[in-house]
């Protein structure tokens, strides 16, 4: 075989190129290499065999009717994940299997925080397909993704898409909002509540639990409750019944382009503005200042006072997305944490605060 010698070349077409580098990658023999690619929908199915035996359907029955989602194997003993929204409230759950079985299932713990619940069935170790979880930090946009459960009652439903964004914010069940959430077009309607948003290697990251729509059904705007977070909160409401949150005692907002002109910042700044301490929360003990009102006095800016919180132990926060997903992923109540602040728009502070629980 003659040496390759690298020569500059006169431009050409990118399907040129393409075309001589798969031929350059193509056997000396002439014999074509048929699996340099495996179709997608290959993929799907062996994706689809291996995870749909961990995935159940969820009907309830409540006291103003039933209900019907989804949920997951975790474990050998019998749990399974699904939404809060799913059975909280049930009279009655009956969790059904791929292979045809049904059994009687009871609520281990409900966390509305987080939309998320576990819920036990008594069935040998042997009949259970536990799945396994990825690390949703892993995620980047793009990616494939594919969605298992009932949609309308239709069991064992899978659909396809990609993780359209990531750390995203919606309301959970309470006043509370839920952080770091991902977003996907993969088709999600109601009866896919509490299913796994699974990855191409058959792991789930993430639990199925809202869509935005205009019709009620989806519109390829899709939410799933990051793995890390899932993981964490099933731990919990398995080993005592609830999941505590960390509480930091403050409201605020993202820095605005108003707030970056106020105080000349970089159009690019980021951070959160402190817009209100909570008299009883665990901010009102720190060194934090509420957001003065901001008004002019003859073309001149006056009674201007604004903390930004722009990291959380060294870890740059964006905005309030960013703040209630690492006290959510990396807090605990009772552990104290170091702010680093911009004060009014010249100084750097670094103020420590122990966190309170919700």
Do not use: C
């Amino acid at each position: 075989m003659k040496h390759l010698r690298h020569h500059f070349i006169a431009p050409m077409t990118i399907g040129a190129i393409i075309a001589l580098l798969m031929l350059a990658a193509l056997p000396a023999a002439g014999i074509y290499a048929v699996d340099l690619v495996r179709h997608p929908n290959d993929v799907f199915t062996d994706v689809y065999r291996h995870a749909s035996p961990s995935v159940v359907a969820i009907s309830v029955e409540t006291d103003s009717g039933g209900g019907n989602g989804s949920g997951f194997v975790i474990d050998g003993d019998g749990h399974i994940v699904t939404n809060a929204h799913v059975v909280d409230a049930a009279q009655e759950i009956v969790v059904s299997f791929i292979d045809g079985a049904k059994v009687r299932g009871a609520i281990v713990g409900i966390d509305k925080a987080s939309d998320l619940a576990v819920v036990k069935v008594n069935l040998p170790a042997a009949r259970l397909s536990p799945v396994a979880f990825a690390d949703s930090q892993d995620l980047v946009i793009g990616q494939t993704v594919l969605a298992i459960g009932s949609p309308y009652g239709q069991g064992w439903t899978l659909t396809s898409g990609i993780v359209s964004a990531l750390d995203r914010t919606i309301r959970g069940l309470t006043e509370f909002s839920i952080g770091g959430v991902i977003q996907t077009d993969a088709s999600i309607n109601p009866g896919n509540s509490g299913g796994p948003l699974i990855n191409l290697d058959g792991e789930v990251i993430g639990v199925n639990s809202q869509i935005i729509s205009g019709t009620g059904s989806s519109a390829g705007v899709g939410f799933a409750i990051p793995s890390n977070l899932t993981r964490r909160v099933a731990r919990s409401l398995i080993e005592t019944g609830q999941m505590r949150y960390s509480l930091i005692g403050l409201t605020g907002f993202d820095v605005s382009l108003t707030v970056t002109e106020l105080l000349g910042l970089p159009n690019n700044f980021r951070g959160v503005v402190v817009r209100e301490i909570l008299d009883d929360g665990p901010a009102a003990a720190s060194d934090l200042r509420e957001i003065a009102e901001m008004r002019t006095l003859d073309n001149e800016l006056v009674d201007m006072r604004v903390d930004i919180i722009t990291a959380v132990d060294g870890v740059p926060i964006i905005g309030m997305n960013d703040l209630i997903t690492y006290l959510a992923r990396q807090t605990r109540p009772g552990q104290e944490i170091t702010l680093s602040v911009l004060r009014d728009g010249v100084q750097e502070l670094a103020l420590p605060l122990k966190l309170g629980s919700r």
